[in-house]
T-cell receptor, first 112, second 120 residues
């Protein structure tokens, strides 16, 4: 099993930068995903990290440190449409299968 | 539109009813998943089918019964549910690499819009 921690809620201003942290504890780590979920909608994939370092994708970047069990999602030039929940999900090897476990998500509110 | 569809989108059922949720993926993936999402709780994995064989059953009560007739379709049969089963039920699919069921999943999951279930 594993433990995934994220802040419950965050607020940031339009045009600013926000960093959403995720810490995890697992014995068979094999990758970390970030998903975005708007209220009433399905989660959609944002990023994937399996090696240490920063992955950049437009306004969104995700960082991973495997030794620290730590990841963050960085959102730049925030827009109102970025108001959503951001889910951290860790993949681990479980027997012969690699399962994905989700955190509770961080609800981000972008204000004018 | 993610390529994963779910029906119905909303369902209200009594505790003695029997109903089924349907999921269909048009992405050519070979693994499908059922998740339960309740307020203020993380997505809970219920079932995983990889190459049409069930490889994960996360201690889900027997009142939930999955069926995967082929790699594109997934059902969740419901019977004698409890009010605490009210939640959003999400279906997802992904590509699984490997030669046997239960192989490594290296790709992201694509989620359907979910079925909002209310048990009265």
């Amino acid at each position: 099993g594993q433990n995934i921690d994220q802040p419950t809620e965050m607020t940031a201003t339009e045009g600013a930068i926000v960093q959403i942290n995720c810490t995890y504890q697992t014995s068979g780590f094999n990758g970390l995903f970030w998903y975005q979920q708007h209220a009433g909608e399905a989660p959609t994939f944002l990023s994937y990290n399996v090696l240490d370092g920063l992955e950049e994708k437009g306004r969104f970047s995700s960082f991973l440190s495997r030794s620290k069990g730590y990841s963050y999602l960085l959102l730049k030039e925030l827009q109102m449409k970025d108001s959503a929940s951001y889910l951290c999900a860790v993949r681990e090897k479980s027997g012969g299968y690699q399962k994905v476990t989700f955190g509770t998500g961080t609800k981000l509110q972008v204000i004018p | 539109e993610t390529g994963v569809t779910q029906t119905p989108r909303h369902l209200v059922m009594g505790m003695t009813n029997k109903k089924s949720l349907k999921c269909e993926q048009h992405l050519g993936h070979n693994a499908m998943y059922w998740y339960k999402q309740s307020a203020k709780k993380p997505l809970e994995l219920m079932f995983v089918y990889s190459l049409e064989e069930r490889v994960e059953n996360n201690s889900v009560p027997s009142r939930f019964s999955p069926e995967c007739p082929n790699s594109s379709h997934l059902f969740l049969h419901l019977h004698t549910l409890q009010p605490e089963d009210s939640a959003l039920y999400l279906c997802a699919s992904s590509q699984v690499l490997g030669s046997a069921p239960g192989g490594v999943s290296v790709h992201e999951q694509y989620f359907g819009p979910g079925t909002r279930l209310t048990v009265t």
